[in-house]
């Protein structure tokens, strides 16, 4: 190891803190912290104090962007996974609602019977107007307004000749 190094990694061994990234505060400082008498070496090891130094620096800041940047990496990442998991979520609760849709019951309480199409009733509210249809078709039988009532019992008025009694 040449001497320039070797005073200038004890020197900095002992006052690190002291030292920065600019020549001639280095410079200064070693004037107070050894007594140098070649004007040439002084300035040699201060500028590899210097050198160092910078070198040291330069490295803490990339690790550090190095540290922020995959934090970033990482936030965003979290972030995208969270928006998959809400997405999924989102896709999860529609894909419910279309086969609650699609169910059997159709969502109103009637089963539909897949072989022939028939729609059965399963509540009692449609129970009440299958009675009020088969009482409007009894009552409609004793009008004469079906087929089998006119052909039995003639409308009034009429005397079979089929010419009304009109005159």
Request: net charge negative; no cysteine; glycine share 10%.
């Amino acid at each position: 190891m040449d001497r320039v190094r070797r005073l200038s990694l004890e020197v900095l061994e002992k006052h690190r803190p002291e030292f920065g990234e600019d020549f001639a505060h280095n410079k200064k400082t070693l004037d107070g912290i050894s007594v140098v008498r070649s004007k040439g070496l002084k300035n040699e090891i201060a500028g590899y104090i210097t050198k160092m130094v910078k070198n040291e620096m330069r490295a803490a800041r990339i690790k550090a962007d190095q540290e922020r940047k995959r934090a970033e990496e990482e936030e965003a990442q979290r972030a995208a996974e969270e928006e998959a998991a809400a997405v999924a979520a989102a896709k999860a609760a529609a894909a419910k609602d279309e086969q609650n849709d699609d169910a059997p019951d159709g969502g109103d309480g009637r089963a539909t019977d897949n072989n022939d199409g028939i729609t059965n009733s399963l509540s009692g509210d449609d129970k009440g107007l299958d009675a009020a249809a088969t009482a409007a078709g009894t009552a409609a039988e004793g009008t004469g307004s079906t087929p089998d009532a006119a052909s039995t019992t003639p409308p009034a008025g009429d005397n079979g000749d089929g010419a009304g009694s009109g005159a």
